[in-house]
């Protein structure tokens, strides 16, 4: 089988289209390659749009946690203290098992239990909280004198916090947030081993790197695979988000860039 | 446990939930806490070690040194962790044998890979196949915590290299000019000054640590997260003396409060040794406390 057959039986695998069965025995490194690329499909899906839908709730919790009214800013408070507080791997698994049972009452709920629908809202609601703590952070930060020029101007607080604070605190914001973005990504491998079931062996590339490393009980050839579509989309992601941080920094004569991808580890989960 | 609960049969309320959650499984369930405990215990001062020697290889001025360390620390960084504890499990487990191997049965001449199979000489196999079960359950847990240092070394010895290009060139400077060899400055100016400056990153990172415990699951390791899921499931009356429906939630629910409770303790804990260590320390955090004693 030519590896040009096996990229189109197992391209799109992950989200159920080409070949049913997975390859059994034999395995080429060809079907590893696409197999396990095939799974990126999943990690871009739910980082990508949890990274999108996460970044408004974060916008609006860390302004809640920002502002002087208690009874918006303790419960974004304790929001935030109970995602970053917690493992995401414990949270997977409480998830499930909630929605599961939910299920039984309302069968509402029966698309959660799925990982397609499940894991992209926990996933929504963890990068919420964590971005949410590192805007708040920056919108702590953003100068008094801008806010001061603002009013002087004579701007609303709407068009105050539309075209000076959200603006700043964003560039204040963007290297940190980079690096939640890159775990963000690291983190959606944990997915299909939290509970959430792989429906007729559709998984992410860290099930398919896993599925390939128990059938040969080679681990030498799957993970470096894997290791390196996350070393790829780690670049991808560093790009874009430099575009946009170039963007937002471009009023600024030459500022120094702060390294991107920088010093700290926190946002692993 | 207790001389009460001989017939849980005849057990309800209360009584019948102190029995169920005493029970010899519970008590298992229990000792696996001390599990992740003892996880702890041991990779955080072996992945602070690791982060030591990585930050020196990085900072190094022998090139292939230098590139080690930096290619370690940019390698782990930039792959999901889960992936690597994966990798390593059995990566390590396959070196070791391999190496066993070799020194073993120097003249054993079938191929080791065959096929799917990972074939060693029987006396090379770690641990040896007719060892006895607390064996097997040792050199699965040391794996995994040599797993867990290799990564979080990594991660340490990127705060530590940050932390030891932080120390103000000027005090380095002053050492080389009291003629300190830049061993002796190394030891006796870097290391002390540079903890200030890694400690944020540290105490990050011992956050990350403690949320990534759960992960021994994967590592086939009896954690709280295999017991919550096997305690939790469904029990039906042939099988258990204690029947209950789908419980799974409310024991994950209970690893979650474990988990913010452990990483609040912590929080209030770090910061007091943050406050501790900026005492007369020439940054910002050192000036503020200054001002407030005045």
Known sequence: MSCYETLMDYGLRSIGIGERLLPRGDFTLCQQVVLIGSGMIWNIYFGALSLVTGFFLATALALAKAGRNPWLSKPANAFIFVFRGSPLFIQFFFAYFLFLSLKQSYPFFTPLTSATWGALLVLFLNTAAYSAEIFHGALLSVPKGDIEAAEAYGFSPRTRFRRIVWPTMLRLAWPAYTNEAIFLFHATTLVFFSGFPATAQKGDALYYANYFADKTFNPFIPYPILAGYFILLTLVVIGLFGAVNRHLNRHLPTAPQRRRAGMSPGFLR | ?294
């Open chain 2, 1 to 294: 446990m207790f001389a009460s609960c001989a017939d849980p049969t005849t057990l309800h309320g209360l009584g019948w939930l102190v029995c169920y959650l005493t029970t010899a499984k519970h008590l298992s369930f229990y000792a696996s806490f001390g599990t992740v405990l003892l996880l702890l215990a041991i990779t955080a001062p072996t992945a602070l070690a690791m982060g030591f020697a990585g930050a020196v290889a990085a900072r190094s001025r022998i090139a292939p040194l230098s590139w080690l360390g930096r290619g370690y620390i940019a390698l782990v960084r930039g792959v999901p962790d889960i992936a690597f504890f994966l990798f390593f499990v059995i990566a390590l487990d396959q070196g070791i044998e391999y190496l066993r191997h070799l020194w073993f049965c120097p003249d054993w001449s079938e191929p080791i890979r065959q096929g799917s199979d990972f074939r060693v000489c029987p006396p090379a196999k770690a641990p040896l196949g007719n060892a006895p079960q607390w064996v097997h359950e040792i050199y699965g847990f040391a794996l995994a915590v040599f797993t867990f240092a290799i990564v979080f070394g990594a991660f340490a010895a990127n705060v530590l290299f940050g932390a030891m290009r932080a120390v103000p060139r000027a005090q380095m400077e002053t050492a080389e000019a009291y003629g300190m060899t830049p061993r002796q400055s190394f030891r006796r100016i870097l290391v002390p000054q540079m903890w200030v400056y890694a400690l944020p990153g540290l105490s990050n990172l011992w956050m990350v640590l403690i949320k990534a415990t759960p992960l021994l699951f994967l590592l086939g390791v009896e954690d709280i997260v295999y017991w919550a899921r096997e305690l939790g499931g469904t029990k039906t009356p042939q099988f258990t003396e204690y029947p209950h429906g789908d419980w799974r939630m409310w024991y994950f629910l209970f690893l979650l409060v474990f988990y913010l409770a452990f990483t609040r303790v912590s929080e209030i804990v770090l910061e007091r040794v943050m406050a501790r260590l900026t005492k007369g320390q020439a940054t910002l955090g050192g000036e503020a406390q200054r001002k407030a004693a005045a």
